[in-house]
C-alpha cells in the first residue's frame, strides 16, 4: 500500500499511513499505563489488529481489552489480553501497514 493512500481503520478515516500512524501513536502515549483502553478506542484496536500480519496468532481465542504497558528504553508498546488471561504485545507500525 502506497503512503499516500487513504487509510480507512474501523470508523476512522486517515488522508495517508503517516496520518494514521500519528493517530495510533498519540493514542500509545496518553494512554495510562496498564489500565484497559476504553471505547471508541477499543473498538478501534480491536480492526487495527486484524491488519497485522500475524492477527489470527495475534488474536487468538478473543481480545478481553488492550494496554499500555511500559517496553525497552523507556517506550511504551500496546498489549492484547485475549480471553483466556493470556497476552501479547504487537506492533501498531505493523498493523498500520497492513498485511503484507
Known amino acids: 500500500m502506497s503512503r499516500s493512500k487513504p487509510l480507512i481503520v474501523g470508523e476512522k478515516q486517515f488522508e495517508t499511513q503517516k496520518a494514521a500512524n500519528f493517530f495510533v501513536r498519540e493514542l500509545l502515549n496518553k494512554q495510562r499505563l496498564t489500565e484497559p483502553i ?5 473498538s478501534f484496536l480491536c480492526v487495527l489488529i486484524s491488519r497485522h500480519p500475524h492477527a489470527t496468532e ?12 511500559p517496553a525497552a ?5 500496546f498489549y492484547l489480553t485475549r480471553v483466556d488471561g493470556s497476552r501479547t504485545d504487537f506492533s501498531y507500525l505493523k498493523c498500520v501497514r497492513g498485511v503484507e
Open 38 to 42: 476504553p471505547e471508541p478506542h477499543h
Open 73 to 77: 528504553y523507556e517506550t511504551r508498546c
Open 58 to 69: 495475534k488474536v487468538g481465542v478473543g481480545i478481553r481489552h488492550f494496554t499500555v504497558e
